[in-house]
């Protein structure tokens, strides 16, 4: 899907995945950005995943949620868009629990019910991590998994015209072709540093910071003129810690 630059008003809602869901799960099921880099790069980075508790934090129409899955992990769902999940219960069926939440809301878990916590692409559509992060410590066992990806903060700079401070954490409006129509999206942007420091603020130790790239076999299947994304940066992967003492533990 196409995404240009910053645009100084949205008369629309933004980032209404209602609006435009069954398109977007279409196009994300097969592209190149989502489903042959950033969704590869999550399960690589999660590995062995079978018999864990993964909470998809963020699972949208369920695809990422599928493949965890189908790699033996018992996997929990949440999104804030209901027409979202109608497709990710579509997708996975009544075994799978499904549940409509807001990441700036307190998560519907009782603490250490997850082995892992996944969550893809969707930390840079929130203002402050803190409450969210911290959640997502609460409901991870000591010594779980928290593996996520966002906007590349180097990417969302040098994008952006008028070239905006790197080093503040600021929103800025972008519009999305999605089936063939225009849809306003609302992001936040912030420097390297402040993403690391909302982690360790949240008690997450930090054990990778990854910068993945797409295949390089899939430059055939673009269209020409636009191959050279391979050797571009698109995303940033963190694979992240919650402490193995649990919360307000003596030490």
């Not at 609460?138 to 790197?166: K, M």
């Not at 600021?170 to 982690?199: C, I, Q």
């Amino acid at each position: 899907m196409e995404r240009r630059t910053e645009t100084p008003e949205t008369s629309a809602r933004v980032n209404d995945y209602d609006g435009f869901a069954e398109a977007y799960a279409a196009e994300n099921e097969n592209n190149l950005m989502n489903a042959r880099y950033e969704r590869p790069a999550v399960l690589a980075l999660a590995g062995d995943v079978a018999g864990r508790r993964i909470l998809d934090a963020g699972c949208g129409a369920g695809p990422l949620a599928a493949a965890l899955r189908d790699r033996g992990a018992h996997v929990t769902g949440i999104d804030a868009s209901a027409g979202m999940l109608a497709l990710a219960r579509r997708r996975l069926g009544t075994g799978t629990d499904l549940r409509l939440a807001d990441l700036s809301d307190p998560l519907p878990f009782d603490d250490g019910s997850f082995d892992d916590v996944v969550a893809s692409l969707v930390l840079h559509y929130l203002r402050d991590w803190g409450p969210t992060l911290a959640e997502m410590r609460r409901v991870l066992r000591p010594g779980g998994r928290l593996i996520t990806s966002v906007h590349h903060p180097l990417v969302d700079y040098l994008l952006q015209e008028p070239r905006p401070d790197y080093f503040a954490t600021s929103s800025y409006d972008d519009e999305f072709t999605v089936g063939g129509r225009k849809v306003p999206m609302r992001f936040w942007r912030r420097p390297l540093h402040a993403m690391t420091d909302a982690f360790t603020a949240a008690g997450f130790g930090i054990t990778a910071i990854s910068e993945q790239r797409p295949d390089p076999t899939d430059h055939e299947l673009l269209p020409a003129g636009v191959g050279d994304v391979v050797a571009r940066i698109g995303f940033l992967f963190f694979v992240l810690q919650a402490p193995t003492a649990p919360t307000g533990a003596g030490g």
